[in-house]
Protein backbone atom coordinates (compact mmCIF):
# COMPACT_ATOMS: atom_id res chain seq x y z
CA UNK A 1 0.00 0.00 0.00
CA UNK A 2 3.13 2.38 -0.37
CA UNK A 3 4.62 4.34 3.02
CA UNK A 4 5.92 1.59 4.97
CA UNK A 5 2.17 -0.15 5.55
CA UNK A 6 0.87 -3.18 4.11
CA UNK A 7 -2.69 -4.98 4.76
CA UNK A 8 -3.21 -8.65 5.79
CA UNK A 9 -6.32 -10.51 7.26
CA UNK A 10 -5.78 -11.93 11.33
CA UNK A 11 -6.90 -15.55 11.18
CA UNK A 12 -10.29 -15.01 12.91
CA UNK A 13 -11.03 -12.40 9.98
CA UNK A 14 -10.11 -8.96 11.17
CA UNK A 15 -8.44 -6.69 8.62
CA UNK A 16 -5.05 -5.38 9.93
CA UNK A 17 -2.80 -2.43 8.53
CA UNK A 18 0.89 -3.57 9.69
CA UNK A 19 4.34 -1.90 9.20
CA UNK A 20 6.76 -3.26 6.46
CA UNK A 21 9.50 -2.26 7.97
CA UNK A 22 9.28 -4.81 11.09
CA UNK A 23 11.22 -7.68 11.39
CA UNK A 24 9.25 -8.64 14.08
CA UNK A 25 5.51 -8.81 14.50
CA UNK A 26 4.57 -8.10 10.88
CA UNK A 27 6.52 -11.38 9.25
CA UNK A 28 4.17 -13.70 11.86
CA UNK A 29 1.15 -11.63 10.99
CA UNK A 30 1.75 -11.46 7.23
CA UNK A 31 2.03 -15.10 6.66
CA UNK A 32 -0.29 -16.50 9.17
CA UNK A 33 -2.44 -13.93 10.76
CA UNK A 34 -1.65 -14.45 14.66
CA UNK A 35 0.87 -13.35 17.11
CA UNK A 36 1.21 -14.09 20.59
CA UNK A 37 -1.96 -17.01 20.48
CA UNK A 38 -1.92 -17.69 23.74
CA UNK A 39 -2.23 -14.63 25.40
CA UNK A 40 -4.77 -13.56 23.37
CA UNK A 41 -6.95 -16.45 24.11
CA UNK A 42 -7.02 -16.11 27.63
CA UNK A 43 -7.48 -12.23 26.81
CA UNK A 44 -10.79 -13.28 25.33
CA UNK A 45 -12.10 -15.84 27.86
CA UNK A 46 -11.06 -13.39 31.01
CA UNK A 47 -12.51 -10.06 29.41
CA UNK A 48 -16.20 -10.30 30.03
CA UNK A 49 -18.74 -8.67 27.33
CA UNK A 50 -20.26 -4.79 27.71
CA UNK A 51 -16.84 -4.04 30.15
CA UNK A 52 -14.34 -1.67 30.44
CA UNK A 53 -11.03 -1.96 29.66
CA UNK A 54 -7.83 -0.71 29.17
CA UNK A 55 -4.81 -1.41 26.95
CA UNK A 56 -1.40 -0.25 27.40
CA UNK A 57 0.89 -0.61 24.42
CA UNK A 58 -1.49 -1.44 21.77
CA UNK A 59 0.98 -1.46 18.66
CA UNK A 60 -0.24 -2.07 15.64
CA UNK A 61 -3.59 -2.95 17.29
CA UNK A 62 -3.85 -7.40 17.64
CA UNK A 63 -4.91 -7.86 20.99
CA UNK A 64 -6.98 -4.24 20.35
CA UNK A 65 -9.16 -6.24 17.72
CA UNK A 66 -9.60 -8.97 19.92
CA UNK A 67 -10.65 -7.01 23.04
CA UNK A 68 -12.93 -4.90 21.17
CA UNK A 69 -14.64 -7.63 19.35
CA UNK A 70 -15.54 -9.36 23.06
CA UNK A 71 -16.52 -6.14 24.97
CA UNK A 72 -19.37 -5.12 21.87
CA UNK A 73 -20.86 -2.18 20.99
CA UNK A 74 -21.78 -1.18 24.75
CA UNK A 75 -18.28 -1.76 25.97
CA UNK A 76 -15.64 0.50 25.87
CA UNK A 77 -11.93 0.31 25.30
CA UNK A 78 -9.04 2.86 25.89
CA UNK A 79 -6.37 1.92 24.15
CA UNK A 80 -2.72 3.96 24.97
CA UNK A 81 -0.21 4.03 22.18
CA UNK A 82 3.33 6.27 22.09
CA UNK A 83 4.86 5.38 18.74
CA UNK A 84 3.65 8.09 16.00
CA UNK A 85 4.08 4.72 13.31
CA UNK A 86 2.16 2.56 15.25
CA UNK A 87 -0.64 4.76 16.43
CA UNK A 88 -1.39 5.72 12.55
CA UNK A 89 -1.93 2.54 12.01
CA UNK A 90 -3.55 1.27 15.25
CA UNK A 91 -5.90 4.20 13.99
CA UNK A 92 -6.65 2.96 10.37
CA UNK A 93 -6.93 -0.82 11.51
CA UNK A 94 -9.71 0.14 14.16
CA UNK A 95 -11.50 2.61 11.68
CA UNK A 96 -11.29 -0.61 8.93
CA UNK A 97 -13.05 -3.08 11.25
CA UNK A 98 -15.81 -0.60 12.51
CA UNK A 99 -14.76 -0.42 15.99
CA UNK A 100 -14.78 3.58 16.30
CA UNK A 101 -17.72 3.18 18.59
CA UNK A 102 -16.24 1.50 21.41
CA UNK A 103 -12.64 2.51 21.38
CA UNK A 104 -10.72 5.41 22.84
CA UNK A 105 -7.42 5.79 21.27
CA UNK A 106 -4.84 7.72 23.20
CA UNK A 107 -1.65 9.27 21.20
CA UNK A 108 0.84 9.22 24.50
CA UNK A 109 2.29 6.30 27.07
CA UNK A 110 0.64 5.83 30.16
CA UNK A 111 3.03 6.56 33.21
CA UNK A 112 2.88 6.81 37.13
CA UNK A 113 3.19 10.96 36.60
CA UNK A 114 1.93 13.75 34.18
CA UNK A 115 4.71 15.15 32.00
CA UNK A 116 7.47 14.34 29.29
CA UNK A 117 9.88 11.50 28.86
CA UNK A 118 12.19 9.69 26.27
CA UNK A 119 10.44 6.92 23.94
CA UNK A 120 12.44 5.04 21.36
CA UNK A 121 12.35 2.58 19.31
CA UNK A 122 14.19 0.56 15.96
CA UNK A 123 11.63 0.40 13.13
CA UNK A 124 12.64 -2.74 11.97
CA UNK A 125 11.87 -4.28 15.76
CA UNK A 126 8.64 -1.80 16.49
CA UNK A 127 7.01 -4.09 19.21
CA UNK A 128 10.47 -2.97 21.56
CA UNK A 129 9.14 0.61 21.44
CA UNK A 130 9.67 2.20 25.07
CA UNK A 131 9.89 4.73 27.22
CA UNK A 132 13.08 5.83 28.97
CA UNK A 133 15.12 4.50 26.22
CA UNK A 134 18.65 5.16 25.15
CA UNK A 135 20.42 5.23 21.73
CA UNK A 136 17.80 4.02 19.64
CA UNK A 137 17.48 4.79 15.67
CA UNK A 138 14.41 6.89 16.80
CA UNK A 139 14.20 8.94 19.70
CA UNK A 140 11.52 11.70 20.60
CA UNK A 141 9.58 12.93 23.18
CA UNK A 142 6.23 11.70 24.34
CA UNK A 143 3.50 12.79 26.32
CA UNK A 144 2.35 10.92 29.70
CA UNK A 145 -0.30 10.62 31.69
CA UNK A 146 -1.82 8.47 34.47
CA UNK A 147 -4.67 5.55 33.89
CA UNK A 148 -6.39 7.65 36.85
CA UNK A 149 -6.59 10.63 35.00
CA UNK A 150 -8.97 8.74 32.02
CA UNK A 151 -12.25 9.81 32.59
CA UNK A 152 -13.95 6.47 33.55
CA UNK A 153 -17.44 5.59 35.42
CA UNK A 154 -17.59 2.49 37.36
CA UNK A 155 -15.18 -0.23 37.71
CA UNK A 156 -12.67 -1.49 34.87
CA UNK A 157 -13.02 -5.20 34.15
CA UNK A 158 -9.58 -5.97 32.15
CA UNK A 159 -6.38 -3.69 32.15
CA UNK A 160 -3.78 -5.76 29.20
CA UNK A 161 -0.21 -4.26 29.45
CA UNK A 162 3.01 -4.80 27.00
CA UNK A 163 5.25 -1.81 27.78
CA UNK A 164 8.82 -3.13 28.05
CA UNK A 165 9.51 -3.23 31.73
CA UNK A 166 7.10 0.10 32.31
CA UNK A 167 3.85 -2.29 33.94
CA UNK A 168 4.87 -1.26 37.22
CA UNK A 169 4.93 2.37 37.10
CA UNK A 170 1.41 2.26 34.78
CA UNK A 171 0.10 0.32 37.67
CA UNK A 172 0.82 2.77 39.64
CA UNK A 173 -0.97 5.41 38.14
CA UNK A 174 -3.93 3.29 37.97
CA UNK A 175 -4.13 2.47 42.13
CA UNK A 176 -7.65 4.21 42.37
CA UNK A 177 -9.17 2.46 39.00
CA UNK A 178 -7.61 -0.92 40.45
CA UNK A 179 -9.22 -0.10 44.16
CA UNK A 180 -12.15 0.55 42.96
CA UNK A 181 -12.50 -2.71 40.71
CA UNK A 182 -12.87 -5.35 42.57
CA UNK A 183 -12.74 -8.24 39.86
CA UNK A 184 -10.45 -6.84 37.53
CA UNK A 185 -7.73 -8.17 35.54
CA UNK A 186 -4.30 -7.68 35.27
CA UNK A 187 -2.44 -8.97 32.37
CA UNK A 188 1.41 -8.29 31.76
CA UNK A 189 4.23 -8.97 30.25
CA UNK A 190 7.06 -10.22 32.83
CA UNK A 191 10.07 -9.51 32.57
CA UNK A 192 12.25 -9.16 35.73
CA UNK A 193 15.11 -7.08 33.66
CA UNK A 194 13.38 -4.97 32.09
CA UNK A 195 11.03 -4.23 35.04
CA UNK A 196 14.44 -3.86 37.27
CA UNK A 197 15.20 -0.73 35.69
CA UNK A 198 12.38 1.24 37.10
CA UNK A 199 11.25 -0.03 40.59
CA UNK A 200 12.44 -2.82 43.17
CA UNK A 201 10.77 -6.21 41.58
CA UNK A 202 10.51 -7.83 45.51
CA UNK A 203 8.82 -4.66 46.37
CA UNK A 204 6.86 -4.56 43.50
CA UNK A 205 5.59 -8.31 44.12
CA UNK A 206 4.65 -7.13 47.46
CA UNK A 207 2.65 -4.11 46.92
CA UNK A 208 0.48 -6.28 44.92
CA UNK A 209 0.03 -9.27 46.84
CA UNK A 210 -1.25 -6.48 49.88
CA UNK A 211 -3.55 -5.22 47.17
CA UNK A 212 -5.00 -9.29 47.26
CA UNK A 213 -3.64 -10.58 43.78
CA UNK A 214 -2.81 -13.70 43.03
CA UNK A 215 -0.62 -14.28 40.33
CA UNK A 216 -0.55 -17.22 37.39
CA UNK A 217 1.89 -17.56 34.25
CA UNK A 218 0.24 -17.92 30.79
CA UNK A 219 1.14 -21.48 29.20
CA UNK A 220 1.93 -21.73 25.50
CA UNK A 221 -1.57 -24.22 25.35
CA UNK A 222 -3.15 -20.99 27.01
CA UNK A 223 -3.95 -23.06 30.47
CA UNK A 224 -2.71 -20.68 33.29
CA UNK A 225 -0.67 -22.22 35.81
CA UNK A 226 -0.24 -20.26 39.37
CA UNK A 227 2.81 -19.00 40.43
CA UNK A 228 3.30 -18.30 44.70
CA UNK A 229 4.10 -14.77 45.16
CA UNK A 230 7.30 -15.78 46.66
CA UNK A 231 8.47 -17.13 43.25
CA UNK A 232 7.36 -14.26 41.10
CA UNK A 233 10.91 -12.73 41.46
CA UNK A 234 12.39 -15.43 40.10
CA UNK A 235 10.26 -16.24 36.70
CA UNK A 236 11.43 -16.13 33.14
CA UNK A 237 10.68 -13.27 30.75
CA UNK A 238 7.05 -14.31 30.19
CA UNK A 239 2.95 -12.83 30.43
CA UNK A 240 1.34 -13.35 33.62
CA UNK A 241 -2.56 -12.62 34.64
CA UNK A 242 -3.03 -11.04 38.36
CA UNK A 243 -6.49 -11.44 39.86
CA UNK A 244 -7.58 -10.98 43.45
CA UNK A 245 -9.99 -14.04 42.73
CA UNK A 246 -8.81 -17.74 41.96
CA UNK A 247 -8.80 -18.34 38.33
CA UNK A 248 -8.89 -21.76 35.97
Known amino acids: MGEGVAVTLKHDGHKMLIYTKDYGLSPHLALFGEWERAIEEVVKRLLPEK ?11 YHTLSMAAKIGTEGTLYC ?4 PEMFRLLNWTIELNGYKDRIQLKECAALDKEGLVEFGYDPTAVGGGHVNA ?25 IRIDAEGAEPLIIKGAKDIIR ?19 IDVTEYVNSLNSMGFKFWRINHDSNLISVPPSEMIALPHCEIVMCRRALT
Not at 53 to 60: C, D, F, H, L, R
Not at 80 to 83: L, P, R, T, V, W
Not at 141 to 147: A, G
Not at 184 to 189: D, T
Open 134 to 158: VNQPVMLQVKTVTLDSLDIQGPVAM
Open 180 to 198: RSDDIKLICEWSIDMMKQN
Open 51 to 61: STAIEVGSKMG
Open 80 to 83: FEAN
